[in-house]
């Protein structure tokens, strides 16, 4: 049981610095929590329009935080996801890797938006999976929640 307890102990000590934390807040307050109004367009057509702005988007990274862990998660802010018309989409992870399941830099599948559920869904049906909620979406910015493992984690992405 004690050796249990020790290698427990060890995942959750080696899990929690798998990302490195920047401190990237208002200096003011030190505040690294993302920001963002509920804001979701109201037609199919909006949702598609912000999402891809005509064939295809390029998201890059503004903030990503994990519940639980302090400050952005350094390895997540030089990732960038290119959504195509065609519901494809290219992955880039930058050049700092997280590790565990973020190990391969360049990354492909399929995505999907479901409007009435607020979710975006990529490589739908694999054990590649994941569910995003979209917490927020406007012309300039998208916010997206979701957990690993029961720490929810939070993405605010942009555009140029």
């Not at 290219?90 to 990354?107: P, S």
């Amino acid at each position: 049981m004690k050796s249990i307890k020790c290698v427990l102990l060890s995942f959750v000590v080696l899990a929690s610095f798998s990302c490195s934390v920047v401190e990237e807040g208002n200096s003011d307050t030190d505040d690294t929590s993302i920001t963002f109004e509920d804001h979701f367009p109201n037609s199919v057509i909006d949702v598609n329009a912000y999402l891809l702005g005509g064939s295809s988007r390029t998201w890059s990274t503004l903030g990503f935080t994990i519940d639980g862990v302090n400050g952005f998660q350094n390895c997540r802010l030089d990732d960038e996801i290119q959504l195509n018309a065609d519901q494809t989409y290219d992955y880039n992870g930058g050049d700092m890797l997280c590790g565990a399941e973020d190990n391969q830099k360049l990354k492909s599948g399929n995505w999907e938006v479901d409007t009435e559920a607020r979710t975006l869904t990529f490589d739908k049906g694999t054990d590649q999976e994941g569910v995003f909620f979209i917490e927020s979406l406007n012309e300039d910015e998208i916010v997206v929640s979701s957990h690993y493992y029961s720490w929810k984690v939070l993405g605010k992405f942009t555009h140029d």
